[in-house]
Each structure stands twice: as structure tokens, then as C-alpha cells.
């Protein structure tokens, strides 16, 4: 069985840090690229980051890019999103996901970490 | 970047009816595009990919149609767990991935 199991989220202050974690099993972790997407209260989907198999080729929305850094430790069966810089706007809950590769569809989705962003 | 519009916002069904909800792109996605279906507190779940192509699971009465830049998810009888937020979303021209802004079944 798949499982996608997201960790880490919590509430923060504007200008504040955290770090998710997404922990997979049940399929060919090193073999996938992976996905983060996220979702507002009340609001649809927003792609956040994509890490290729290997890890070394790393993708990040404009609204991220440059305070959120995705790495994978594919001994650990492992994605993470470190996030820095936290704003109100990135209150959201965090999605991890799994393609089969950069051109194909999003087939693993795990459950989510809600990440708030107040004072 | 890729824009993807969903119609309509709101689509009211009864059950054993069939719905037929729609998404366009802002430019040729070939036929690279998936639905999702999300129930409130859930996660996305894939349905169809490759615009046409069910995911595992997922019963017969889902079916995908379409390429270029105009695409349609169908349920031909729709069932109480049927009702759900549908997303599209296009995996050719990238980054970024996009998705639709979802459109709500509701049980009429």
C-alpha cells in the first residue's frame, strides 16, 4: 500500500521558519519526482515545489522562490520543505505528492500538515 | 504560464444523473492533463490522466475526454460519494503545474 505521510506543520509567526517532512512507502521513492502543493482555507490547489528523482533538479513557485528550499533523502524514503521567511498568504495546508516523472501526473497524494502563519 | 478555467463553479445534480463538467486551457496542453476529486477534509485523489485514462480503482462511470486546450470530466450516474470538488490540471507546459480553481458538485 502507498502511504505519504506528512509532518512538521504548526503555527508560526510572520517571519518565521518550519520545516515539513513527507515520509513515503509502498512504491519506488528514488524512482519519483516529488511534489508540493499546497491549499488555502476555502481556496483550490497551488503547486509550491517539484524535486527530481536524483535531487538535483528543483522547481519553485514565484511566490516561494528564494524563502522555501525542498530537498529529498531518497536513502530515508524522505522529501522535506524547509520554509523561511513565513507570511500570512502561505497559511495553508501542505501537500506532498508523487509523479512519475516531471511530465506526468500527480498519483500519490499524502494526507497534509496544516501550516498557520499569525502573530 | 499556463491558465486553467473550470466551468461551471457550481454544478447541482441528483443522484443516478450524469454530470459533465469542463476545464479549458489558455493554450495547448496536449493531452496532458488530469482530475482530481477532493472531499471536504481529504486529500486529492487522481481520477483520470493522460485526459482520458482512469487512474487505479476508479470505477467505469468516470470518463475523460478531450485535448489541445478544451477537456471534460463525465460521471455518467452519479453516486452519493460522487459529490466532491473536481480539479483539472495541465502537466505539459511547466513550471508551474496549474490547476483549475475546481468546480463544486452538489446534490441537487
Known amino acids: 500500500e502507498v502511504q505519504l505521510v506528512e509532518s512538521g506543520g504548526g503555527l508560526v509567526k510572520p517571519g518565521g521558519s518550519l520545516r515539513l517532512s513527507c515520509v513515503a512507502s509502498?512504491?519506488?521513492?528514488?524512482?519519483?519526482?516529488m511534489t508540493w502543493v499546497r491549499q488555502a482555507p476555502g481556496k483550490g490547489l497551488e503547486w509550491v515545489s517539484s524535486?527530481?528523482?536524483?535531487?538535483?533538479?528543483?522547481f519553485y513557485a514565484d511566490s516561494v522562490r528564494g524563502r522555501f528550499t525542498t530537498s529529498r533523502d531518497n536513502a530515508k524514503n524522505a522529501l522535506y520543505l524547509q520554509m523561511h521567511s513565513l507570511r500570512a498568504e502561505d497559511t495553508a495546508v501542505y501537500y506532498c505528492?508523487?509523479?512519475?516523472?516531471?511530465?506526468?501526473?500527480?498519483?500519490?497524494w499524502g494526507q497534509g500538515t496544516v501550516v498557520t502563519v499569525s502573530s | 504560464e499556463v491558465v486553467m478555467t473550470q466551468s461551471p463553479a457550481t454544478l447541482s445534480v441528483s443522484p443516478g444523473e450524469r454530470a459533465t463538467l469542463s476545464c479549458r486551457a489558455s493554450?495547448?496542453?496536449?493531452?496532458?492533463l488530469a482530475w482530481y476529486q477532493q472531499k471536504p477534509g481529504q486529500a486529492p485523489r487522481l481520477l483520470i490522466y493522460g485526459a482520458s485514462t482512469r487512474a487505479t480503482d476508479i470505477p467505469a462511470r468516470f470518463s475523460g475526454f478531450g485535448s489541445g486546450t478544451d477537456f471534460t470530466l463525465t460521471i455518467s450516474s452519479l453516486q452519493s460519494e460522487d459529490f466532491a470538488v473536481y480539479y483539472c490540471?495541465?502537466?505539459?507546459?511547466?513550471?508551474?503545474?496549474?490547476f483549475g480553481q475546481g468546480t463544486k458538485l452538489e446534490i441537487k
Open positions: 490540471q495541465q502537466y505539459d507546459i511547466w513550471p508551474p503545474y496549474t
Open positions: 509502498g512504491f519506488t521513492f528514488n524512482t519519483y519526482t
Open positions: 524535486i527530481r528523482s536524483s535531487g538535483f533538479y528543483i
Open positions: 505528492a508523487g509523479q512519475k516523472s516531471d511530465y506526468d501526473e500527480m498519483t500519490f
Open positions: 493554450q495547448s496542453v496536449h493531452s496532458n
